[in-house]
Protein backbone atom coordinates (compact mmCIF):
# COMPACT_ATOMS: atom_id res chain seq x y z
CA UNK A 1 0.00 0.00 0.00
CA UNK A 2 2.67 2.31 0.73
CA UNK A 3 3.55 2.98 -3.80
CA UNK A 4 -0.25 3.88 -4.42
CA UNK A 5 -0.32 7.47 -4.60
CA UNK A 6 -2.17 9.41 -3.03
CA UNK A 7 -2.58 7.35 -0.05
CA UNK A 8 -5.98 7.34 1.37
CA UNK A 9 -4.38 9.15 4.49
CA UNK A 10 -3.12 11.96 2.49
CA UNK A 11 -7.42 12.10 0.70
CA UNK A 12 -8.85 11.97 3.63
CA UNK A 13 -6.76 14.94 4.94
CA UNK A 14 -7.62 17.09 2.08
CA UNK A 15 -11.12 15.74 2.24
CA UNK A 16 -11.41 16.71 5.80
CA UNK A 17 -10.07 20.59 5.17
CA UNK A 18 -12.41 20.93 2.42
CA UNK A 19 -15.33 19.82 4.82
CA UNK A 20 -14.06 22.33 7.53
CA UNK A 21 -14.38 24.90 4.91
CA UNK A 22 -17.85 24.02 4.49
CA UNK A 23 -19.02 24.53 8.21
CA UNK A 24 -20.77 27.50 7.85
CA UNK A 25 -22.64 25.99 4.65
CA UNK A 26 -26.46 25.88 4.64
CA UNK A 27 -27.85 23.03 6.56
CA UNK A 28 -31.59 21.68 6.32
CA UNK A 29 -33.85 20.51 8.70
CA UNK A 30 -32.18 17.38 9.26
CA UNK A 31 -29.51 19.37 11.18
CA UNK A 32 -32.44 20.62 13.91
CA UNK A 33 -33.75 17.06 13.90
CA UNK A 34 -30.11 15.68 15.09
CA UNK A 35 -29.95 18.48 17.64
CA UNK A 36 -33.28 18.17 19.08
CA UNK A 37 -31.84 14.07 19.37
CA UNK A 38 -29.03 15.36 21.51
CA UNK A 39 -31.10 17.17 23.77
CA UNK A 40 -34.03 14.52 24.35
CA UNK A 41 -31.02 11.64 25.36
CA UNK A 42 -29.26 14.32 27.31
CA UNK A 43 -32.21 15.82 29.43
CA UNK A 44 -34.72 12.87 29.59
CA UNK A 45 -34.28 9.39 30.75
CA UNK A 46 -34.18 6.81 28.18
CA UNK A 47 -37.56 5.41 28.95
CA UNK A 48 -39.09 8.83 27.86
CA UNK A 49 -36.85 8.93 24.51
CA UNK A 50 -39.59 7.34 22.16
CA UNK A 51 -42.79 9.41 24.21
CA UNK A 52 -41.11 12.55 24.03
CA UNK A 53 -42.83 14.91 21.55
CA UNK A 54 -42.42 18.85 22.26
CA UNK A 55 -40.49 19.13 18.18
CA UNK A 56 -42.19 17.84 15.45
CA UNK A 57 -38.76 16.07 14.97
CA UNK A 58 -39.42 12.98 17.11
CA UNK A 59 -36.75 10.76 17.91
CA UNK A 60 -37.18 8.11 14.57
CA UNK A 61 -33.90 5.83 14.59
CA UNK A 62 -33.57 2.77 16.09
CA UNK A 63 -31.92 2.71 19.98
CA UNK A 64 -28.26 2.11 19.09
CA UNK A 65 -28.25 5.25 17.33
CA UNK A 66 -30.06 7.70 19.83
CA UNK A 67 -27.40 6.02 21.94
CA UNK A 68 -24.74 7.20 19.83
CA UNK A 69 -26.44 10.64 20.25
CA UNK A 70 -26.48 10.82 24.03
CA UNK A 71 -22.74 10.08 23.73
CA UNK A 72 -22.53 13.06 21.09
CA UNK A 73 -24.53 15.20 24.19
CA UNK A 74 -21.49 14.34 26.68
CA UNK A 75 -19.50 16.82 24.69
CA UNK A 76 -21.82 19.01 23.90
CA UNK A 77 -22.55 20.17 27.02
CA UNK A 78 -18.94 21.60 27.37
CA UNK A 79 -19.41 23.46 23.64
CA UNK A 80 -22.71 25.06 24.37
CA UNK A 81 -25.56 23.90 27.01
CA UNK A 82 -28.38 25.58 25.57
CA UNK A 83 -28.40 23.32 22.78
CA UNK A 84 -29.42 20.55 24.70
CA UNK A 85 -32.90 22.28 26.01
CA UNK A 86 -35.62 20.48 24.61
CA UNK A 87 -37.74 23.27 24.18
CA UNK A 88 -35.40 25.03 22.52
CA UNK A 89 -37.07 24.42 19.02
CA UNK A 90 -34.51 26.00 16.24
CA UNK A 91 -31.14 26.49 18.09
CA UNK A 92 -28.26 27.20 15.49
CA UNK A 93 -25.76 29.25 17.44
CA UNK A 94 -22.75 29.03 15.43
CA UNK A 95 -20.92 26.53 18.77
CA UNK A 96 -24.00 24.44 17.94
CA UNK A 97 -23.59 24.11 14.40
CA UNK A 98 -19.35 23.90 14.49
CA UNK A 99 -19.85 20.81 17.33
CA UNK A 100 -22.52 18.91 15.23
CA UNK A 101 -20.54 19.47 11.69
CA UNK A 102 -17.51 18.32 13.56
CA UNK A 103 -19.16 14.97 14.80
CA UNK A 104 -20.03 14.25 11.35
CA UNK A 105 -16.35 14.56 10.54
CA UNK A 106 -15.15 12.54 13.08
CA UNK A 107 -17.95 9.59 12.78
CA UNK A 108 -16.61 9.37 9.48
CA UNK A 109 -13.42 8.13 10.22
CA UNK A 110 -15.35 4.60 10.45
CA UNK A 111 -15.35 5.16 6.93
CA UNK A 112 -11.90 5.72 6.17
CA UNK A 113 -10.67 2.76 8.25
CA UNK A 114 -13.39 0.21 6.48
CA UNK A 115 -11.46 1.43 3.57
CA UNK A 116 -8.04 0.96 4.95
CA UNK A 117 -9.37 -2.53 5.60
CA UNK A 118 -10.54 -3.16 2.22
CA UNK A 119 -7.42 -1.87 0.36
CA UNK A 120 -5.43 -4.22 2.96
CA UNK A 121 -7.23 -7.62 1.81
CA UNK A 122 -8.27 -6.72 -1.45
CA UNK A 123 -5.52 -9.69 -3.55
CA UNK A 124 -2.11 -8.07 -4.37
CA UNK A 125 -3.31 -8.54 -7.67
CA UNK A 126 -6.12 -6.27 -7.45
CA UNK A 127 -4.65 -3.66 -5.18
CA UNK A 128 -4.30 -0.78 -7.46
CA UNK A 129 -8.10 -1.42 -8.40
CA UNK A 130 -9.20 -1.58 -4.47
CA UNK A 131 -7.50 1.50 -3.64
CA UNK A 132 -9.22 3.61 -6.41
CA UNK A 133 -12.60 2.02 -5.12
CA UNK A 134 -11.75 3.05 -2.06
CA UNK A 135 -11.08 6.41 -2.40
CA UNK A 136 -14.27 7.17 -4.83
CA UNK A 137 -16.10 5.97 -1.78
CA UNK A 138 -13.75 8.56 0.44
CA UNK A 139 -14.19 11.24 -1.87
CA UNK A 140 -17.89 10.83 -2.60
CA UNK A 141 -20.25 13.73 -3.95
CA UNK A 142 -23.07 12.02 -2.31
CA UNK A 143 -21.63 11.70 1.30
CA UNK A 144 -20.61 15.66 1.26
CA UNK A 145 -23.56 16.52 -0.31
CA UNK A 146 -25.77 14.40 2.50
CA UNK A 147 -23.77 14.77 5.13
CA UNK A 148 -21.23 17.79 5.09
CA UNK A 149 -24.03 20.21 3.80
CA UNK A 150 -27.39 19.05 3.81
CA UNK A 151 -26.76 17.48 7.41
CA UNK A 152 -26.41 13.81 8.12
CA UNK A 153 -24.70 10.54 9.68
CA UNK A 154 -24.26 8.54 6.64
CA UNK A 155 -19.96 8.42 6.53
CA UNK A 156 -20.20 6.89 9.67
CA UNK A 157 -22.87 4.48 8.59
CA UNK A 158 -21.89 3.25 5.47
CA UNK A 159 -18.24 3.13 7.45
CA UNK A 160 -20.10 0.27 9.48
CA UNK A 161 -21.70 -1.50 6.00
CA UNK A 162 -18.53 -1.46 4.38
CA UNK A 163 -16.58 -3.05 7.51
CA UNK A 164 -19.24 -5.37 7.54
CA UNK A 165 -18.75 -6.39 4.43
CA UNK A 166 -15.06 -6.35 4.11
CA UNK A 167 -15.39 -8.64 7.20
CA UNK A 168 -17.15 -11.21 5.33
CA UNK A 169 -14.50 -11.90 3.05
CA UNK A 170 -12.58 -13.98 5.32
CA UNK A 171 -14.30 -17.27 6.82
CA UNK A 172 -12.89 -16.43 10.22
CA UNK A 173 -14.36 -13.09 10.56
CA UNK A 174 -17.53 -14.18 9.32
CA UNK A 175 -19.39 -14.22 12.36
CA UNK A 176 -17.95 -10.77 13.41
CA UNK A 177 -19.24 -9.62 10.12
CA UNK A 178 -22.81 -10.74 10.72
CA UNK A 179 -22.97 -9.16 14.58
CA UNK A 180 -21.77 -6.18 12.96
CA UNK A 181 -24.54 -5.65 10.16
CA UNK A 182 -27.20 -6.56 13.15
CA UNK A 183 -25.68 -3.48 15.26
CA UNK A 184 -26.08 -1.18 11.96
CA UNK A 185 -29.76 -2.30 11.83
CA UNK A 186 -30.14 -1.26 15.12
CA UNK A 187 -28.54 2.55 13.98
CA UNK A 188 -30.89 2.85 10.79
CA UNK A 189 -33.49 0.79 10.18
CA UNK A 190 -33.10 1.26 5.81
CA UNK A 191 -30.46 -1.51 5.74
CA UNK A 192 -32.99 -3.97 6.60
CA UNK A 193 -33.87 -3.50 2.97
CA UNK A 194 -30.07 -5.41 2.68
CA UNK A 195 -30.56 -7.92 5.32
CA UNK A 196 -31.71 -10.84 2.85
CA UNK A 197 -28.64 -10.86 1.27
CA UNK A 198 -26.80 -11.07 4.70
CA UNK A 199 -29.35 -13.65 5.45
CA UNK A 200 -28.96 -15.98 2.55
CA UNK A 201 -24.95 -15.82 2.65
CA UNK A 202 -24.47 -15.93 6.19
CA UNK A 203 -27.08 -19.14 6.27
CA UNK A 204 -25.08 -20.78 2.95
CA UNK A 205 -21.51 -19.79 3.94
CA UNK A 206 -21.09 -19.67 7.88
CA UNK A 207 -24.18 -22.44 9.05
CA UNK A 208 -24.02 -25.08 6.64
CA UNK A 209 -20.83 -26.68 5.03
CA UNK A 210 -19.32 -25.31 2.08
CA UNK A 211 -19.55 -29.17 -0.24
CA UNK A 212 -22.69 -29.97 1.33
CA UNK A 213 -26.08 -28.00 2.33
CA UNK A 214 -27.18 -30.72 4.17
CA UNK A 215 -24.19 -30.40 7.19
CA UNK A 216 -25.47 -28.09 9.37
CA UNK A 217 -22.94 -26.68 11.48
CA UNK A 218 -24.81 -26.10 14.58
CA UNK A 219 -21.66 -24.60 16.73
CA UNK A 220 -21.61 -21.69 13.93
CA UNK A 221 -25.73 -21.30 14.16
CA UNK A 222 -25.51 -21.25 18.04
CA UNK A 223 -22.53 -18.62 17.70
CA UNK A 224 -24.14 -16.84 15.21
CA UNK A 225 -28.16 -16.62 17.10
CA UNK A 226 -26.27 -15.30 20.22
CA UNK A 227 -24.26 -13.09 18.99
CA UNK A 228 -27.49 -11.48 16.83
CA UNK A 229 -29.81 -11.95 19.72
CA UNK A 230 -27.26 -9.80 21.93
CA UNK A 231 -27.16 -7.10 19.71
CA UNK A 232 -30.94 -6.82 19.34
CA UNK A 233 -32.10 -7.46 23.03
CA UNK A 234 -29.14 -5.02 23.93
CA UNK A 235 -31.20 -2.03 21.50
CA UNK A 236 -34.57 -3.34 22.28
CA UNK A 237 -34.59 -4.91 25.59
CA UNK A 238 -35.81 -1.87 27.66
CA UNK A 239 -37.90 -0.24 25.53
CA UNK A 240 -39.58 -3.78 25.42
CA UNK A 241 -39.48 -4.51 29.17
CA UNK A 242 -41.22 -0.91 29.55
CA UNK A 243 -43.78 -1.65 27.18
CA UNK A 244 -43.04 0.39 24.17
CA UNK A 245 -42.39 -1.85 21.57
CA UNK A 246 -45.44 -0.97 19.72
CA UNK A 247 -44.50 3.23 20.04
CA UNK A 248 -41.07 2.32 18.94
CA UNK A 249 -42.27 0.39 15.83
CA UNK A 250 -44.99 2.76 15.34
CA UNK A 251 -41.71 5.63 15.02
CA UNK A 252 -39.64 3.63 13.18
CA UNK A 253 -42.31 2.42 10.31
CA UNK A 254 -44.61 5.44 10.05
CA UNK A 255 -46.63 3.91 6.96
CA UNK A 256 -49.57 6.94 7.04
CA UNK A 257 -46.83 8.48 4.36
CA UNK A 258 -47.38 8.57 0.69
CA UNK A 259 -45.65 6.35 -2.20
CA UNK A 260 -43.55 9.11 -3.47
CA UNK A 261 -41.21 11.63 -1.26
CA UNK A 262 -42.02 15.60 -1.77
CA UNK A 263 -39.07 15.57 -3.98
CA UNK A 264 -39.46 12.54 -6.27
CA UNK A 265 -36.97 10.06 -5.32
CA UNK A 266 -35.20 8.84 -9.18
CA UNK A 267 -36.74 5.17 -9.18
CA UNK A 268 -39.54 2.99 -10.53
CA UNK A 269 -41.88 5.31 -9.24
CA UNK A 270 -41.13 8.60 -10.17
CA UNK A 271 -41.24 7.34 -13.77
CA UNK A 272 -44.65 6.36 -13.11
CA UNK A 273 -45.50 9.50 -11.66
CA UNK A 274 -44.27 11.27 -14.99
CA UNK A 275 -46.30 9.09 -16.56
CA UNK A 276 -49.54 9.69 -15.20
CA UNK A 277 -48.68 13.42 -15.35
CA UNK A 278 -47.94 13.17 -19.16
CA UNK A 279 -51.31 11.08 -19.90
CA UNK A 280 -53.20 14.04 -17.73
CA UNK A 281 -52.84 16.24 -20.82
CA UNK A 282 -52.95 13.23 -23.27
CA UNK A 283 -56.81 11.85 -21.84
CA UNK A 284 -58.85 14.09 -23.28
CA UNK A 285 -57.74 13.31 -26.92
CA UNK A 286 -57.47 9.43 -25.84
CA UNK A 287 -60.66 9.18 -23.89
CA UNK A 288 -59.49 8.24 -20.75
CA UNK A 289 -60.96 9.88 -17.26
CA UNK A 290 -58.96 11.66 -15.38
CA UNK A 291 -59.49 11.55 -11.53
CA UNK A 292 -59.48 16.18 -10.79
CA UNK A 293 -58.58 15.06 -7.30
CA UNK A 294 -55.85 13.60 -7.75
CA UNK A 295 -54.10 16.13 -10.16
CA UNK A 296 -51.91 18.15 -7.96
CA UNK A 297 -51.27 14.91 -5.77
CA UNK A 298 -47.89 14.45 -6.88
CA UNK A 299 -46.74 17.43 -7.88
CA UNK A 300 -47.63 19.76 -4.38
CA UNK A 301 -44.51 18.83 -2.57
CA UNK A 302 -46.39 17.42 0.44
CA UNK A 303 -45.30 14.17 2.39
CA UNK A 304 -48.50 12.53 2.55
CA UNK A 305 -50.92 10.03 0.39
CA UNK A 306 -50.09 9.96 -3.45
CA UNK A 307 -52.72 9.25 -5.70
CA UNK A 308 -52.49 9.19 -9.29
CA UNK A 309 -54.83 11.43 -12.07
CA UNK A 310 -55.19 8.43 -14.66
CA UNK A 311 -52.91 5.27 -14.07
CA UNK A 312 -54.24 2.95 -11.16
CA UNK A 313 -52.97 3.97 -6.82
CA UNK A 314 -50.37 2.07 -5.52
CA UNK A 315 -50.65 0.53 -1.93
CA UNK A 316 -48.09 -0.71 0.10
CA UNK A 317 -48.47 -4.06 -0.46
CA UNK A 318 -48.13 -3.71 -4.03
CA UNK A 319 -44.45 -2.50 -3.50
CA UNK A 320 -43.51 -4.79 -1.13
CA UNK A 321 -44.25 -7.64 -3.44
CA UNK A 322 -42.30 -5.85 -5.82
CA UNK A 323 -39.19 -4.85 -3.66
CA UNK A 324 -39.27 -9.00 -2.39
CA UNK A 325 -39.97 -9.98 -5.42
CA UNK A 326 -36.96 -8.99 -7.26
CA UNK A 327 -34.50 -9.27 -4.21
CA UNK A 328 -35.79 -13.37 -4.41
CA UNK A 329 -34.24 -13.76 -7.59
CA UNK A 330 -30.57 -12.42 -6.74
CA UNK A 331 -30.58 -14.45 -3.62
CA UNK A 332 -31.18 -17.76 -5.14
CA UNK A 333 -27.64 -17.65 -7.30
CA UNK A 334 -25.94 -16.26 -3.91
CA UNK A 335 -27.36 -19.67 -2.27
CA UNK A 336 -25.28 -22.24 -4.53
CA UNK A 337 -22.83 -20.01 -5.00
CA UNK A 338 -21.61 -18.17 -2.28
CA UNK A 339 -18.39 -16.13 -3.14
CA UNK A 340 -17.68 -12.99 -1.59
CA UNK A 341 -18.31 -11.08 -4.38
CA UNK A 342 -21.77 -12.47 -5.67
CA UNK A 343 -22.37 -11.97 -1.96
CA UNK A 344 -21.73 -8.00 -2.22
CA UNK A 345 -23.53 -8.50 -5.88
CA UNK A 346 -26.31 -9.27 -4.44
CA UNK A 347 -26.28 -6.31 -1.33
CA UNK A 348 -26.56 -4.45 -4.33
CA UNK A 349 -29.17 -5.81 -6.02
CA UNK A 350 -31.55 -5.71 -2.84
CA UNK A 351 -30.53 -2.09 -2.45
CA UNK A 352 -31.36 -1.80 -5.85
CA UNK A 353 -34.77 -3.30 -5.38
CA UNK A 354 -35.29 -1.59 -2.19
CA UNK A 355 -34.68 1.49 -3.68
CA UNK A 356 -36.85 1.55 -7.67
CA UNK A 357 -39.72 -0.64 -5.68
CA UNK A 358 -39.82 0.70 -2.03
CA UNK A 359 -42.44 2.94 -0.42
CA UNK A 360 -42.13 6.57 -0.23
CA UNK A 361 -38.37 6.36 -0.81
CA UNK A 362 -35.68 9.14 -0.10
CA UNK A 363 -33.23 10.49 -2.95
CA UNK A 364 -30.56 10.15 -0.40
CA UNK A 365 -31.08 6.01 -0.30
CA UNK A 366 -29.58 5.97 -3.45
CA UNK A 367 -26.11 5.52 -1.51
CA UNK A 368 -27.83 2.25 -0.52
CA UNK A 369 -26.82 1.35 -4.00
CA UNK A 370 -23.76 3.12 -4.82
CA UNK A 371 -21.62 2.09 -1.98
CA UNK A 372 -21.70 -1.67 -2.27
CA UNK A 373 -21.28 -1.63 -6.32
CA UNK A 374 -18.43 1.04 -5.81
CA UNK A 375 -16.58 -2.30 -4.31
CA UNK A 376 -17.33 -4.25 -7.37
CA UNK A 377 -17.08 -1.65 -10.13
CA UNK A 378 -13.37 -2.17 -11.33
CA UNK A 379 -14.12 -5.93 -10.94
CA UNK A 380 -14.03 -5.74 -15.09
CA UNK A 381 -15.36 -3.77 -17.97
CA UNK A 382 -18.78 -4.83 -18.05
CA UNK A 383 -19.35 -4.19 -14.53
CA UNK A 384 -18.22 -1.22 -14.68
CA UNK A 385 -20.63 -0.34 -17.76
CA UNK A 386 -23.43 -0.84 -15.47
CA UNK A 387 -21.97 1.18 -13.02
CA UNK A 388 -21.59 4.24 -15.09
CA UNK A 389 -24.78 5.73 -15.42
CA UNK A 390 -25.84 4.89 -11.59
CA UNK A 391 -22.42 7.04 -10.81
CA UNK A 392 -23.89 9.88 -13.06
CA UNK A 393 -28.18 9.70 -11.89
CA UNK A 394 -27.40 8.45 -8.43
CA UNK A 395 -25.45 11.66 -7.76
CA UNK A 396 -27.39 14.33 -9.94
CA UNK A 397 -30.29 13.19 -8.33
CA UNK A 398 -29.26 14.96 -4.83
CA UNK A 399 -28.72 18.17 -6.42
CA UNK A 400 -31.90 19.65 -5.60
CA UNK A 401 -31.36 19.18 -1.69
CA UNK A 402 -29.33 21.79 -2.29
CA UNK A 403 -31.22 24.91 -3.87
CA UNK A 404 -28.94 28.30 -2.48
CA UNK A 405 -27.35 29.72 -5.14
CA UNK A 406 -23.93 29.80 -2.91
CA UNK A 407 -24.26 26.22 -2.47
CA UNK A 408 -24.83 25.71 -6.72
CA UNK A 409 -20.78 25.99 -7.47
CA UNK A 410 -19.69 23.43 -5.18
CA UNK A 411 -21.91 21.02 -5.76
CA UNK A 412 -21.54 21.05 -9.12
CA UNK A 413 -17.86 21.77 -9.57
CA UNK A 414 -16.89 19.00 -7.03
CA UNK A 415 -19.75 16.54 -8.92
CA UNK A 416 -18.50 17.13 -12.26
CA UNK A 417 -14.96 16.90 -11.27
CA UNK A 418 -15.56 13.32 -9.49
CA UNK A 419 -17.12 11.81 -12.44
CA UNK A 420 -14.86 12.76 -14.86
CA UNK A 421 -11.77 11.77 -12.70
CA UNK A 422 -13.23 8.81 -11.28
CA UNK A 423 -14.82 7.33 -14.53
CA UNK A 424 -12.12 8.00 -16.43
CA UNK A 425 -9.33 6.58 -13.45
CA UNK A 426 -11.96 3.48 -13.54
CA UNK A 427 -12.14 3.13 -17.38
CA UNK A 428 -8.18 2.90 -17.32
CA UNK A 429 -7.77 0.32 -14.48
CA UNK A 430 -11.34 -1.94 -15.07
CA UNK A 431 -9.72 -5.31 -16.66
CA UNK A 432 -11.22 -6.82 -19.85
CA UNK A 433 -13.96 -9.41 -19.36
CA UNK A 434 -13.90 -12.77 -20.63
CA UNK A 435 -17.18 -12.24 -21.62
CA UNK A 436 -18.76 -9.80 -23.74
CA UNK A 437 -19.93 -6.16 -22.62
CA UNK A 438 -23.63 -5.09 -22.80
CA UNK A 439 -23.21 -2.97 -26.30
CA UNK A 440 -26.24 -1.22 -25.54
CA UNK A 441 -25.03 0.10 -22.23
CA UNK A 442 -22.42 1.22 -22.93
CA UNK A 443 -23.68 3.65 -26.21
CA UNK A 444 -26.45 4.30 -23.40
CA UNK A 445 -23.83 5.08 -21.26
CA UNK A 446 -22.20 7.73 -23.35
CA UNK A 447 -25.57 9.24 -24.51
CA UNK A 448 -27.16 9.70 -21.03
CA UNK A 449 -23.72 11.53 -19.51
CA UNK A 450 -24.06 13.58 -22.61
CA UNK A 451 -27.51 14.60 -22.06
CA UNK A 452 -26.39 15.33 -18.18
CA UNK A 453 -24.47 18.64 -19.12
CA UNK A 454 -27.88 20.81 -20.41
CA UNK A 455 -30.34 19.19 -18.15
CA UNK A 456 -28.27 20.18 -15.11
CA UNK A 457 -27.91 23.73 -16.96
CA UNK A 458 -31.74 23.97 -17.61
CA UNK A 459 -32.54 22.74 -13.84
CA UNK A 460 -30.44 25.24 -11.88
CA UNK A 461 -30.26 28.17 -13.94
CA UNK A 462 -31.95 28.54 -17.27
CA UNK A 463 -35.84 27.48 -15.56
CA UNK A 464 -35.10 30.25 -13.23
CA UNK A 465 -34.28 33.07 -15.56
CA UNK A 466 -37.57 31.83 -18.23
CA UNK A 467 -40.13 31.47 -15.30
CA UNK A 468 -39.29 32.34 -12.91
CA UNK A 469 -40.79 31.10 -9.91
CA UNK A 470 -43.24 29.66 -11.81
CA UNK A 471 -43.70 26.12 -12.21
CA UNK A 472 -41.55 25.14 -9.45
CA UNK A 473 -42.16 21.80 -9.58
CA UNK A 474 -40.92 21.55 -13.53
CA UNK A 475 -37.37 20.93 -13.53
CA UNK A 476 -37.61 18.84 -9.93
CA UNK A 477 -39.24 16.32 -11.88
CA UNK A 478 -37.35 16.41 -14.89
CA UNK A 479 -34.01 16.05 -12.54
CA UNK A 480 -35.97 13.26 -11.12
CA UNK A 481 -37.35 11.22 -14.38
CA UNK A 482 -33.88 11.59 -15.87
CA UNK A 483 -31.84 10.46 -13.18
CA UNK A 484 -34.76 7.56 -12.59
CA UNK A 485 -33.84 6.44 -16.31
CA UNK A 486 -30.24 5.97 -15.40
CA UNK A 487 -30.35 4.05 -12.16
CA UNK A 488 -33.46 1.73 -13.53
CA UNK A 489 -30.65 0.85 -16.75
CA UNK A 490 -27.63 0.88 -14.77
CA UNK A 491 -30.24 -2.16 -12.77
CA UNK A 492 -31.25 -3.76 -15.52
CA UNK A 493 -27.25 -3.65 -17.05
CA UNK A 494 -25.94 -5.15 -13.53
CA UNK A 495 -28.60 -7.84 -13.58
CA UNK A 496 -27.62 -9.19 -16.89
CA UNK A 497 -23.92 -8.70 -15.79
CA UNK A 498 -24.78 -10.75 -12.09
CA UNK A 499 -26.33 -13.63 -13.66
CA UNK A 500 -23.86 -13.96 -16.77
CA UNK A 501 -20.74 -14.01 -14.96
Known amino acids: MADLFPSL ?8 ALKILLFPAYKSTDFEVHRNWLAITHSLPIKEWYLERTSEWTLDYPPFFAYLEWLLSQGAQYVDRAMLDVTNLGYDSWQAVYYQRATVLVTEGVLVYALYLFIKTSPPANNQLGHAAALSILLSPGLLIIDHIH ?11 VLSLVLARKQESLLLSGVLFAALLCLKHIYLYLAP ?15 SISHVRVPNILKLGIGISTIFAT ?14 LGRLFPFSRGLCHAYWAPNFWAMYAFTDRVLIHAAPRLGVPVDSAAVSSVTRGLVGNTSFAVLPD ?10 LFFQIICLVKLFFQPTWEIFVGAVTLCGYASFLF ?10 LVIIPFSLLALKDRR ?21 NAREF ?8 FWLVLFLLVFDRLAPVSSRPRVFLLDRFSLLYITVSIPLILYCSLVHQLLFGKKYEFLPLMFMSSYSAVGVVASWLGFLVVYFTS
Open 151 to 161: FQYNGFLYGVL
Open 235 to 248: AFGPFAYWGQTEQL
Open 409 to 416: PVKVVYTV
Open 197 to 211: AYGVYLLRAYCLGSK
Open 9 to 16: AQCATVAA
Open 358 to 367: GWHVHEKAIL
Open 383 to 403: HLGAFRPLAVAGHVSLFPLLF
Open 314 to 323: VSPKVTFILT
